[in-house]
């Protein structure tokens, strides 16, 4: 596709359950980086891929979170058992290269109750 | 740890001004600066890039600055329009830094009034 698709675009989940969020970067693009947004603050960093590998993950705030990327395309991050605080806007990125600029997708809006 | 600070949370300016929005940083130096503009329910859009060793940058109505001496970077928009109105965001850039290499600062909310 033509730009960074992300799905779902709205999530509802009750607290405990566990949720997977789909990111699909723009082909070819060898960084991969999930973001987590709360209202009115910049991204944060949660984790960052190239190709299949994860080489960072200081950013996942507990063990409830967990990326992943296969084959080096597609990711998922998933929470187990979620929680209020976990509710916020998840952004995924990708960019053909470690130091070129992000191409951002429009976010998972995650909502626990 | 690195620190972004932009300098206010939100800037309301008369259409046809020139806005400037600043970003500043604490600790290491950066190897670049991005500038991103974020729509609400959408993700962040990148702007301009600009490397250490520049100290200016320009597309169309933007500039950007680069000052390392006083960790500070200025970004301008000039004749500015309402659809100009957005979020944007500053990100630092350093090689083998945290954070995927990349820090974003919180964000400055412009409102162009017509």
């Known amino acids: 596709g033509a730009g960074v698709s992300q799905s779902p675009r709205y999530k509802v989940a009750k607290r405990g359950q566990d949720v997977a969020l789909r990111c699909d970067p723009i082909s070819g693009h060898v960084s991969l980086f999930w973001y987590q947004q709360a209202l009115g603050q910049g991204p944060e960093f949660l984790t960052y891929?190239?190709?299949?590998?994860?080489?960072?993950k200081s950013g996942l705030p507990s063990d409830r979170f967990f990326a992943e990327r296969p084959e080096g395309s597609v990711s998922t991050l998933k929470i187990q058992r979620t929680q209020q605080e976990d509710s916020a806007v998840y952004l995924c990125?990708?960019?053909?290269?470690?130091?070129?600029?992000?191409?951002f997708g429009n976010g998972t809006r995650l909502t626990v109750t | 740890s690195q620190k972004i600070e932009q300098n206010s949370e939100a800037l309301n300016i008369q259409e046809g001004k020139t806005a400037t929005l600043t970003c500043n940083y604490t600790?290491?130096?950066?190897?670049?600066l991005q500038w991103y503009r974020q729509d609400p329910g959408r993700g962040p859009v990148f702007l301009l890039l600009?490397?250490?060793?520049?100290k200016e940058k320009r597309k169309e109505r933007l500039k950007v600055t680069f000052d390392t001496t006083l960790k500070q970077s200025l970004f301008h928009i000039t004749a500015s329009q309402p659809a100009d109105s957005a979020t944007y965001l500053c990100?630092?850039?350093?090689?083998?830094?945290?954070?995927?290499?990349?820090?974003f600062g919180k964000g400055t909310k412009l409102s162009v009034k017509p």
């Open positions: 891929f190239q190709n299949e590998a994860q080489l960072d």
């Open positions: 990125a990708s960019s053909s290269h470690i130091d070129s600029p992000l191409h």
């Open positions: 600790n290491y130096s950066p190897a670049y």
């Open positions: 600009i490397r250490e060793n520049e």
């Open positions: 990100a630092l850039f350093k090689y083998g830094g945290s954070q995927g290499n990349l820090i």
